[in-house]
C-alpha cells in the first residue's frame, strides 16, 4: 500500500479539512474530515468480533525474523483527551524485508496486508499495545518503515490515522513532517530501547470527529 494523498501546511486548516493541524495551531474550530471515511483496507477492522479482542496482542510470533518491538498507546477523546474505551486498533505492517508476505486466502485484506496483522481493542484505561517486530521501509525506498493504524469506534465507521513512522530514520524528513495529516495525532515517534534490547514506541491517538 503506498502512502496516502495528504493535505498540507495551515491553508488546509482554514478550510476544515486538517483537524489536528487546526486545533495544534490554535485556528479555527476544528471539524469532522470530509473523506473521513475514505479508507482503502478499512473494512479489515471488521473481520474479527470485537469481544474476541484483548487490549495487547502478539502481531508477530517468537519466531518472526527482525528486532522485538512494543507498539503501545492511548485512544483518548477529542475533547477531554480522556482515555476510551472499546476502540478497536487494527495494524498491519511489513517484516524485516519491507514485504507484505505471507498473507492468508482468508479475505482480501488477510492476503494484502500479509501475516504481520492484528486487533486490540482498548480497556477503560483506553490502552492498546502490540507485541511485534519493527518493520522495514519498502524495498523500493518510497516509504520509510512504517505501522499502519486503523481504528473502529463503537457504531462508526472505521477510518486511518497517521501511519506509526520514526523519528530520525530513513524517509522521516523535514518534508515528510510538514505534509502529516495529523490524522488522530502526528505518527512520527521516538524510539528507546528496553533494558532486554527491545524497541519501544508509544502512539497515543486522539479520536476524529466524525461528519
Known sequence: MKRREVLVGLGACAAGAVVGACAEAGGAVPRARPDLYACEG?????????????????LASSTE????MVLTGRVLSPGTRAPVAG???????????????????????SRRHGRLR???????????????????????????????????????????????????EYGVTAEYRAKQELRGGS???????????????TRDIVLELHP
Open 42 to 58: 478499512c473494512e479489515a477492522v471488521a473481520e474479527r468480533a470485537p469481544e474476541s479482542m484483548t487490549s495487547r496482542v502478539q
Open 65 to 68: 525474523p527482525g528486532e522485538r
Open 87 to 109: 476502540v478497536i486498533v487494527y495494524a498491519h505492517h511489513t517484516n524485516a524485508q519491507g514485504l507484505y508476505a505471507n498473507g492468508g486466502k482468508e479475505t482480501t485484506w
Open 118 to 168: 492484528g486487533w486490540a481493542r482498548t480497556g477503560k484505561d483506553g490502552v492498546y499495545t502490540f507485541d511485534t517486530i519493527k518493520p522495514a521501509p519498502y524495498p523500493d525506498g518510497s516509504m520509510p518503515a512504517h505501522v499502519h493504524l486503523f481504528l473502529g469506534e463503537p457504531g462508526r465507521a472505521p477510518y486511518h490515522v497517521d501511519d506509526a513512522v520514526f523519528d530520525g
Open 187 to 201: 505518527g512520527i515517534l521516538k524510539l528507546s530501547r528496553s533494558p532486554a534490547g527491545v524497541w519501544l514506541a
